[in-house]
């Protein structure tokens, strides 16, 4: 796979997708979803279903899954000030040093400013900084003691809601609780899904876990996968950085597996942090891995995953597997095929 000059450019990875095509939920059953499957070595294309997995992906795959956890990232409240009851978002995004957190905030707003939760006045949010990038640094307090991460944590649990992606143009209901999670997921702290899991309900991965060894890691989604890239040169991107971790356990299996065994990576979080190990083996950190056809992963590595959004750093990861002209001529031939699009919609089995 040769990558060309025509790959480093962003226009190169647009797409034209018809509104319908955008799923605002999911599949039911989740195994109804379709799932496209493409053979690399035979560059051939089947039309199958997510029901069809265990027949299409041989046994002696390891399975690597991401096991974080979406936090009800969105809070509201009221700016704390005697000239306004404007009612104000918070987004949730992760934690920095101490007792400070960076989050997005919906409205004008200015250092210093609180604002009060609007189902707990004992919760306050404070400005602290302003940041270039649109992000605020703020402390939350509980009757003016600052809380550190655990119990923020538990204020995003009892009073925020589940963050659905930007392009789904509807509120959260108590059914996105469930539909908005793997049915593996345990370690709190993404403000995203790793959708590819989300195809796989508890029965569905029962079947999994008898079938095929299976390695967990943790890599806590951040808004930033959601961002197109800017910049008409995709090397002059600034990727976003997600923190992950991977136990002595998983290390000790993908150290391994990496040498001897297919490995099928569940998403693309779960290929950014196998491809980090890969090159740096580090366990844990801040993952900023960008993956394009000019920065082509050296692990090799099968991949289910969603349909992406155009001109996103995940588009250009599954080019950096296909080459970028056979990515998006699959993209046409599942637009063709009414297959429905990403974070509730349906897949692609890499092979």
């Known amino acids: 796979m040769q990558a ?6 962003l226009d190169s990875y647009d797409y034209l997708l018809p509104a319908h095509l955008i799923a605002e939920s999911p599949s039911k059953p989740r195994s109804s979803a379709k799932l496209l499957v493409y053979e690399r070595q035979s560059q051939s294309i089947r039309h199958c279903y997510f029901k069809d997995f265990c027949s299409l992906v041989p046994s002696d795959y390891l399975l690597v899954c991401n096991d974080t956890k979406v936090l009800k990232a969105r809070l509201f409240g009221f ?6 009851q404007k009612r104000m978002e918070i987004f949730f995004h992760k ?5 400070q957190f960076l989050v997005q905030i919906k409205g004008k707003i200015k250092r210093h ?6 189902n707990d006045a004992s919760i306050r949010v404070n400005v602290l900084e302003l940041l270039d990038n649109g992000l605020r640094v703020v402390e939350f307090e509980r009757n003016a003691l600052p809380l550190n991460y655990d119990e923020v944590l538990e204020i995003l649990q009892s009073h925020g809601t589940i963050p659905l992606p930007p392009y ?14 793997s049915v593996f997921a345990c370690n709190l702290g993404a403000v995203a899904a790793p959708t590819a899991s989300l195809h796989f309900s508890t029965r569905d991965f029962q079947r999994l ?8 890691v943790t890599l806590h989604i951040g808004a930033g996968t959601f961002q197109s890239v800017q910049s008409r040169d995709i090397r002059e991107h600034v990727m976003h950085t997600e923190r992950f971790h991977i136990s002595s356990s998983s290390q000790a299996i993908l150290s391994h597996a990496l040498d001897t065994t297919k490995v099928l990576c569940v998403g693309t979080t779960c290929a950014r942090v196998v491809e980090s190990y890969a090159r740096y083996h580090k366990t844990y950190g801040e993952c900023d891995l960008f993956l394009h056809p000019h920065n082509p992963p050296i692990s090799h590595f099968a991949l289910l995953t969603n349909f992406h959004l155009p001109k996103s750093t995940l588009l250009m990861l599954v080019s950096a597997l296909l080459g970028r002209k056979t990515a998006l001529d699959l993209y046409q031939e599942a637009i063709r095929h009414e297959y429905r699009f990403y974070s509730f919609g349906d897949g692609m089995l890499i092979l």
Do not use: H, M, V
Not at 168 to 181: A, F, L
Not at 209 to 216: L, N, P, T
């Open 4 to 9: 060309n000059a025509q790959d480093l450019l």
């Open 95 to 99: 934690p920095q040093q101490g007792t």
């Open 79 to 84: 700016k704390d000030s005697a000239n306004t």
């Open 168 to 181: 789904i143009k509807r509120q959260s209901t108590q059914q996105d609780n469930i539909d908005y999670q």
């Open 113 to 118: 400013d609180r604002i009060i939760l609007q």
């Open 209 to 216: 876990k008898e079938r095929y060894k299976i390695c967990f």
